[in-house]
């Protein structure tokens, strides 16, 4: 960087992929029933970069906690905003989904937070055909 700009997120964590995982016949044949566990989830948002989740298939809930880039990402709600549609795109509608920003690593951790708990905030935000755009956008798996 010239201009002696200093770097944001000097010492980023990077995680190494895992790999793909193998479809069984089993988990491909929709009549059976297959638990939801931590590996689908990681699946479901593989762009991203190792989000924290904790699933529990018998009560139905899925806790996502993601860690924007720097303190001040000023994208951290539409980050949130995408990983919460994916999920309830992708998963049953018995699931109760909570996104949020992992503690102590965002500015405006609370406000965001609970902008994504609240159910009429985030049906309004999808409302916003322009907002839905860009959060459709996020969630397309072309590559850049």
Known sequence: MSGGARLENANP??????????????????????????????????????????????????????????????MATLIGLSIKVKLLRSLPDRFKIDVHITPGTHASEEAVNK????????????????????VNQCLSTRSI
């Open 13 to 74: 964590v990077i995680f190494q992929r895992s790999g793909d995982r193998l479809l069984t016949a089993a988990e491909a044949d929709e009549d059976v029933h297959d638990p939801i566990d931590d590996r689908e989830i990681f699946d479901i948002l593989f762009l991203l970069q190792r989000p924290s989740n904790d699933v529990k298939d018998a009560e139905s809930i899925v806790s996502v906690e993601f860690t924007p880039t720097i303190p001040h990402c000023s």
């Open 115 to 134: 902008q994504l708990a609240d159910k009429e905030r985030v049906a309004a935000a999808l409302e916003n055909s322009s907002l839905l755009e860009v």
